[in-house]
């Protein structure tokens, strides 16, 4: 696989995580297809090892998701703002503390956005606390597991 297609799948890669914060956007279906496709282009046991782990992570999120309330982010006062701080920050705490650092980077943009939109701790804290009740615990799941699943991709075609 060239390196022109490697770029094209880290957009479509991209596109799908952006995906995942956005409602009603197939995100985590665009991810999957990502990794579809370079599997069908690279078809090496690796490539197929990362699609078929893939696949299995995306139908766990769905029945985890299946468990958790329904998304209603509107209704808790989420904004697109929001949802592009808590996506920065997911991804940058992703590969900051490798993996596991999404969960506090997400957290924590939601926080920042939310400081700054509304001036005062408390205040700020109570609100994040609402959007992750409202329905942001199922889209942290779906972004966690779309990074994981980036993250493989990436790891596969650095060092695979």
């Known amino acids: 696989m ?19 914060l956005v ?14 496709w370079w599997a069908f282009e690279d078809p090496r046991p690796l490539s197929w090892g990362v699609l078929v782990g893939a ?14 309330p329904p998304r209603s982010l509107r209704a808790s006062g989420a904004t697109p703002r929001m949802a592009v701080y808590a996506g920065v920050g997911a991804l940058l705490g992703f590969f900051l503390v490798p ?14 956005a939310e400081r700054l939109r509304l001036g ?7 609100s994040v606390r609402r959007v ?13 597991a779309c990074l994981l699943i980036a993250g493989a ?6 060092w695979g």
């Not at 060239?2 to 995942?20: F, R």
């Open 2 to 20: 060239g390196a022109w297609e490697l770029l094209l799948v880290g957009v479509v890669l991209l596109l799908g995580l952006s995906g995942v």
């Open 23 to 36: 409602p009603g956007a197939p995100g985590s279906w665009l991810v999957w297809a990502a990794v579809l």
């Open 55 to 68: 696949t299995a992570l995306l139908l766990l999120v769905q029945v985890i998701r299946w468990w958790l």
């Open 99 to 112: 993996v596991i650092g999404a969960i506090p980077g997400c957290l924590g943009g939601i926080y920042l």
């Open 120 to 126: 005062g701790h408390g205040d700020a804290m109570t």
């Open 132 to 144: 992750m009740r409202q329905g942001g615990t199922s889209v942290l799941v779906e972004l966690f």
């Open 153 to 158: 991709w990436l790891g596969a075609v650095i």
